[in-house]
């Protein structure tokens, strides 16, 4: 029995920093309502016409990732990309990326599970490499959020919230059974799929649809959030999948080194540490410069964690999220 762990981190964000007020320039928000209900104070927005796209910004993180972990893009055994937001809308861009790594072939997956996409990706990429079937999997979260948003008031109360980017993570075997991805938990309740949810484009809102329907008042290709629902669902479903990794491990709050939440709503985080008391150090958050970047927010937030040297080795890492589906799950790791 082997288990698996992470031996390689990487991010990148597009240049465009995109800030509150430059957001209350083009619709009816301010960054007073913005920051007390979302804790963002900016997001990076990819530039139109630039190369950045969800396979190109994961391309450049996982580059990162490969070289801090000290392996060959050809040593990958499997990709596992994480989006909501992928290049094309077929095939998934995890091929895009192994062309863009230069892998002639190997198995290249896309795991469509939004915000807990990158939760779901560790648990898939630990599974095959626990099995013995795969020694070295890279898994990416990346998301091009801002060319799908509706810039316009009406869209407000989603588009303040999401930004751009990516974040990767190679995963090898580990012999040591006291490292690595102890357990993963994960859930989803497509009941409230409609939720937070985007209809059109997709089979039941076909383009030829939307285009002779020609109605200015269409809303249908914009992301649609339940706020308020969504946020409830969140903040019950982090407390419960924490404590069930917890219980699983024989962990107590205490132990946490550090937690890092999908990065939803600062409010949200904060909510998460206050039920488990928590003190500042325990948990990471930079949904202040990233705004929400979905299946990238845990990978980027854990390589920018790495990197300000708050984890080290033997430390009990939690990651968790929730999303749309609902989908949630929580990670715990031994760094
Ligand atoms: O990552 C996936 C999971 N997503 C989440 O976890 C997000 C969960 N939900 C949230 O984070 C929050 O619900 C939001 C940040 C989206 C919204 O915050 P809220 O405190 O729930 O606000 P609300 O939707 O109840 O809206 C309050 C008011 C409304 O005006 P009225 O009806 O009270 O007059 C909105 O029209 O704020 C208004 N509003 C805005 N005002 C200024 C909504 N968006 C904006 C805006 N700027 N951008």
């Known amino acids: 029995m082997f288990n698996s762990r992470i031996i390689g981190l990487g991010k990148y964000l597009p240049d465009n920093v995109v800030t509150n007020d430059d957001l209350a320039k083009i619709m009816d928000t301010s960054n007073q309502w913005i920051v007390e209900r979302t804790g963002i104070n900016e997001r990076r927005h990819i530039v139109k016409g630039s190369d950045d796209s969800p396979s190109t910004m994961a391309f450049k993180a996982s580059k990162i990732a490969l070289n801090r972990a000290g392996i060959k893009a050809s040593e990958l055994d499997m990709i596992l990309f994480a989006t909501l937001s992928p290049d094309l809308y077929f095939p998934g861009s995890g091929v895009l990326l192994q062309e863009l790594l230069g892998i002639s072939t190997c198995p290249s997956m896309d795991i469509r599970m939004q915000c807990s996409g990158f939760i779901y990706s560790i648990a898939t990429a630990d599974q095959f490499i626990k099995s013995g079937m795969y020694k070295n999997i890279l898994v990416v979260g990346a998301e091009n959020h801002s060319g799908g948003l509706d810039m316009s008031s009406r869209g407000r109360a989603v588009s303040v919230i999401f930004g751009d980017g990516a974040g990767a993570a190679v995963l090898t075997r580990e012999n040591d059974e006291n490292f690595g991805i102890k357990s993963s938990h994960l859930y989803s309740e497509g009941k409230y799929a409609k939720e937070l949810s985007l209809i059109g484009p997709s089979t039941q809102r076909w383009v030829p649809e939307i285009m002779d329907a020609n109605d200015p008042n269409d809303e249908s290709y914009f992301p649609f959030m339940n706020g308020q629902m969504v946020f409830k669902h969140a903040i019950t479903r982090f407390t419960e999948v924490i404590n069930e990794g917890l219980k699983f491990n024989n962990w107590e709050s205490k132990d946490i080194n550090l937690l890092i939440p999908h990065q ?72």
Request: no cysteine; proline share 3%; charged share 15%.
């Open 264 to 335: 939803a709503n600062l409010r949200i985080s904060q909510f998460v540490q206050k039920k488990f008391g928590l003190s500042d150090s325990q948990v990471f958050n930079n949904i202040m410069n990233y705004g929400n970047t979905t299946a990238a927010s845990i990978p980027i937030a854990l390589t920018e964690a790495w990197e300000k040297n708050k984890i080290k080795p033997g430390d009990k890492i939690v990651l968790a999220a929730f999303g749309s589906g609902f989908t949630w799950g929580s990670t715990m790791i031994v760094w």
